[in-house]
């Protein structure tokens, strides 16, 4: 019985010191700090350029800011800029970037110029995708360049870790996204460690950037929906119906993701893929509005403002076009993210959902919307969860979330992802 005992103790995994874990505060604050001021600085440079070519520009040539000629030529336009930068830039703004997720490779110094400005004119120029993926690729690259020029004794795979929670951790303006996405990655390898020990710099790292960012620019994801009480009965059920209904449906873009980047990359150069893109984008603009366009923060706002304002079929048209606007951008070459429009997509559903029945609460419907459309085109089972009850902001959602995300995890899992290998077949 003693030596069992004895098994049992020796078994336990042992916890980090505090004099080890108190030397990584300060290089992870840093990386917190530089990271978020990256994703500032990106996002207002670009928001100033966009109020030009949204504003001023087209005011002076007496075009509609968003008639549907502007918004064609705005987005060819920036097709044809973003790939003179792709073209001639040194690093031709990074790797092709359906083959990038959230984990970001390492890419040399020479590279970040061209994709900080590919970035920059994609966020002001109009097209469905987000600052995400660039921002933690730049952010990861900068913080291993310099990491490894101040400390050099620190080992090198420890910098992108921090500088991904960082950014993570501006992007929505609180650390414990960072924390969830760091937790999913250490449940994939083989980790040894306490997990808060594991995740003590990065958690660092992301709280320091979610701070400086809140600090500066004061983001926020809480849509001002109508308050939700107590779940019901009826509402477990619309949330699962709703939550597969949005994976199923961000499924559908997921399958025809390789076939879309094929008929681009059929193209073979970035001045005919990106603009023939922006010309497609543009027709859908067209067809479904401003709110289709840019990465989609601001536009789920003035969606949720008046949940009542729009019928089911107007509804139903944003969700088709801004997927596919999303399907589009992500496939022809822009340098961006899928996260911020399939938020879009899942609000827009959701709001659909409730027009269509009358009984669906306007939080149910768009966080369950939400959290299914995410599930399937980011894989990102914790992120999933946290940004769908961060919009709504109502804890009696949460169990009903975490009840709805168990059938649409089943409809994803196993499947193919919206990433590609270098060859152009999905990553499973």
Sequence with gaps: MVQDTGH??????????????????????????????????????????????????????????????????????????VGLVVWRMPGHAGPDPATVGLDAPVLPPVVLPGLLLATALMLAGGPSLGPENPIITVNVALAAWLGARALPRVPGRIWPALAEAATIGALFGTPVAAALV????????????????????????????????????????????????????????????IASAGALLGMAAVRAF?????????????MLMLPAGGLVLGGLAALGGHLTLFKGLDEIAELAHDPDGRSAGEYALLTVVKLAALLVAASCGFRGGRIFPAVFVGTALGLCAHALVSGVHP??????????????????????????????????TIALLCVASLPAWLLVTGRPQMQLREDGTPVR
């Excluded at 449940?187 to 701070?211: C, H, K, M, S, Y």
């Excluded at 926020?220 to 779940?231: A, N």
């Design 8 to 81: 049992r103790a020796a078994s336990v995994t042992p916890a980090t010191p505090a004099r080890v874990l108190l030397p990584s505060i300060v290089p992870a604050a840093a990386v917190g700090v530089l990271s978020a001021l990256v994703l500032v600085g990106v996002s207002a440079a670009a928001e100033e350029l966009q109020d030009v070519l949204w504003g001023p520009l087209p005011d002076a040539l007496g075009i509609g800011r968003y008639s549907a000629l502007w918004m064609v030529v705005m987005l060819v336009g920036t097709g044809v800029a």
């Design 182 to 241: 760091i937790s999913e990655a250490l449940a994939r390898q083989e980790i040894r460690g306490l997990l808060w020990d594991n995740v003590f710099a990065p958690l660092t790292a992301g709280a320091a950037g979610a701070l400086t960012a809140t600090l500066i620019d004061h983001p926020s994801f809480d849509l001002d929906l109508p308050p939700f009480g107590r779940p019901g009965w009826g509402d477990l059920l619309a949330a699962v119906v």
């Design 258 to 270: 390789p076939y879309a980047h094929k008929a681009f990359a059929a193209l073979r150069h970035p």
């Design 363 to 396: 939080s149910v419907g768009v966080s369950a919307a939400v959290l299914g459309i995410l599930l399937a085109i980011t894989r990102q089972g914790w992120i999933s969860l946290f940004v769908a009850a961060v919009l709504v902001a109502s804890p009696g």
